[in-house]
C-alpha cells in the first residue's frame, strides 16, 4: 500500500470566509426572475386589452351589418322609413349593441351606426356603420 498523503487542496481566499457570511450576489438570480416575471404580466395585460378592443371591433360591425340589413329588409316590403329604424334598433339590441342613428333613403336604403361595449373595464365602446340597400348607380364608363 502507497502510505503517501495527498496534498491538502488549495482553498481560494474568497472561499475561506465562515458559510454564514453570504456573498454579494446570493439572491440576484431572484430578482431577475421576479423582473422577466414583471414584463411578462405587462406584455399579457396589453395584449388582453388589445383582443378585447379587437372583439369589440367585430361585434360592432356584425350588429351594425344585421340591423341594416334587418331595416332594408322592411323598406323593400314596403315599410316606412320610421318602422325600418325601429326595426334596425331592436336588432341592434338583441346583438348587445346600442342604436346611435338611424337613417332610411329614397332609394330604398338605410345607415345604421351602433355602438358596443367592450366587455374589458375601460376601454369604453366600440361603433360601426353599415349600409344596406340597393347599390348605388354605376358613375359612368
Same mark, same amino acid.
Given at each position: 500500500?502507497?502510505?503517501?498523503?495527498?496534498?491538502?487542496?488549495?482553498?481560494?481566499?474568497?472561499?475561506?470566509?465562515?458559510?454564514?457570511?453570504?456573498?454579494?450576489?446570493?439572491?440576484?438570480?431572484?430578482?431577475?426572475?421576479?423582473?422577466?416575471?414583471?414584463?411578462?404580466?405587462?406584455?399579457?395585460?396589453?395584449?388582453?386589452?388589445?383582443?378585447?378592443?379587437? #372583439?369589440?371591433?367585430?361585434?360592432?360591425?356584425?350588429?351594425?351589418?344585421?340591423?341594416?340589413?334587418?331595416?332594408?329588409?322592411?323598406?323593400?316590403?314596403?315599410?316606412?322609413?320610421?318602422?325600418?329604424?325601429?326595426?334596425?334598433?331592436?336588432?341592434?339590441?338583441?346583438?348587445?349593441?346600442?342604436? #346611435?342613428?338611424?337613417?332610411?333613403?329614397?332609394?330604398?336604403?338605410?345607415?345604421?351606426?351602433?355602438?358596443?361595449?367592450?366587455?374589458?373595464?375601460?376601454?369604453?365602446?366600440?361603433?360601426?356603420?353599415?349600409?344596406?340597400?340597393?347599390?348605388?348607380?354605376?358613375?359612368?364608363?
Amino acid at each position: 500500500m502507497n502510505s503517501r498523503r495527498l496534498p491538502a487542496p488549495v482553498v481560494p481566499p474568497h472561499r475561506m470566509r465562515s458559510r454564514s457570511v453570504r456573498r454579494r450576489d446570493d439572491g440576484s438570480a431572484t430578482v431577475v426572475v421576479l423582473a422577466v416575471l414583471g414584463v411578462l404580466l405587462v406584455v399579457a395585460a396589453a395584449a388582453f386589452t388589445l383582443v378585447g378592443a379587437v #372583439v369589440a371591433s367585430h361585434r360592432a360591425h356584425a350588429a351594425a351589418d344585421l340591423s341594416a340589413l334587418a331595416g332594408a329588409a322592411l323598406l323593400v316590403q314596403g315599410q316606412g322609413p320610421g318602422s325600418a329604424c325601429v326595426r334596425a334598433a331592436a336588432a341592434a339590441r338583441r346583438n348587445d349593441a346600442v342604436s #346611435v342613428s338611424c337613417r332610411a333613403g329614397a332609394d330604398l336604403s338605410i345607415e345604421v351606426v351602433v355602438s358596443v361595449p367592450a366587455r374589458i373595464p375601460g376601454l369604453g365602446a366600440a361603433s360601426a356603420r353599415a349600409r344596406a340597400g340597393p347599390a348605388p348607380p354605376a358613375t359612368g364608363r
